[in-house]
């Protein structure tokens, strides 16, 4: 699996030892051209369906923020990982608030990009129906909704040289790949990905057209605390 122009495999995106030794703001776009399901630091392997995974062709990797399981497909989502070290007048001790630059950040990115009703939420996680299961089915603080349905969704990472926030829109929301590699009853499934398709919202909807990744990119980076920043490759 691609990661970016640097090649490499895209569980490496999860190697987050990388961050560790930087000590200047630095930005990772992530880029995959094929298809994997990211588990969050606590979920159990277990509820995959192995057979459906390999069916599919869906590598299983693991991140270590937590929260709920995400696809990743060719391109999509648009998935950028932000670090500040510990000192950075971004870092907050406080976990419910760190994360609000980056959302208030693609708020005003998506806005420039002609998106409209956008909040920022803030304060402690709100679970979902299905959030311990599948990540945009709750809300999380930093992330970004348009009438209540979640556009960017953020994880975090922490150690003691700083914070890791992976944070990510899809430009297609479509619940039912996702749903179809869990090992739920095929009885639930229906009702499941029925649900699931009203908590969030793709790119496509929201703008009335599906951006080009790159434009999302840059119009993000545009919208970022002043710097400086570093752009690092995908891989190493």
């Not at 391109?75 to 500040?84: A, E, F, G, K």
């Not at 909040?119 to 709750?138: E, K, Q, T």
């Not at 922490?158 to 929301?173: E, K």
């Not at 479509?174 to 095929?186: E, I, Q």
Request: net charge neutral; glycine share 10%.
């Amino acid at each position: 699996m691609s990661t970016g122009p640097g090649g490499g495999r895209t569980a490496s995106w999860f190697d987050v030892e990388r961050f560790r030794s930087l000590t200047t703001r630095s930005i990772v776009v992530r880029r995959a051209s094929d298809r994997a399901l990211v588990l969050g630091s606590t979920q159990d392997d277990l509820l995959v369906s192995r057979p459906a995974a390999e069916a599919a062709g869906v590598e299983l990797l693991r991140r270590r923020s937590g929260g709920g399981a995400v696809l990743v497909l060719p391109s999509d989502p648009i998935w950028v990982d932000l670090w500040v070290p510990r000192g950075d007048a971004l870092f907050d001790e406080d976990v419910s608030r760190a994360p609000g630059w980056v959302g208030e950040s693609w708020a005003a990115a998506l806005a420039d990009l002609g998106a409209a009703l956008l909040r920022v939420h803030s304060g402690a996680l709100v679970p979902g129906a299905w959030s311990d299961l599948v990540c945009f089915a709750g809300v999380g603080p930093g992330e970004v909704l348009a009438e209540g349905r979640k556009v960017v969704g953020v994880a975090q990472w922490r150690s003691r040289q700083g914070s890791l926030f992976h944070s990510a829109a899809y430009r297609r929301w479509d619940p039912v790949p996702l749903v179809g590699l869990l090992d739920v009853p095929p009885a639930r499934r229906e009702a499941m990905a029925s649900a699931l398709r009203r908590v969030a919202i793709g790119l496509d909807e929201l703008l009335g057209r599906e951006p080009d990744p790159s434009e999302v990119e840059k119009a993000l980076f545009r919208r970022l605390p002043p710097g400086p920043w570093s752009v690092l490759p995908a891989d190493r």
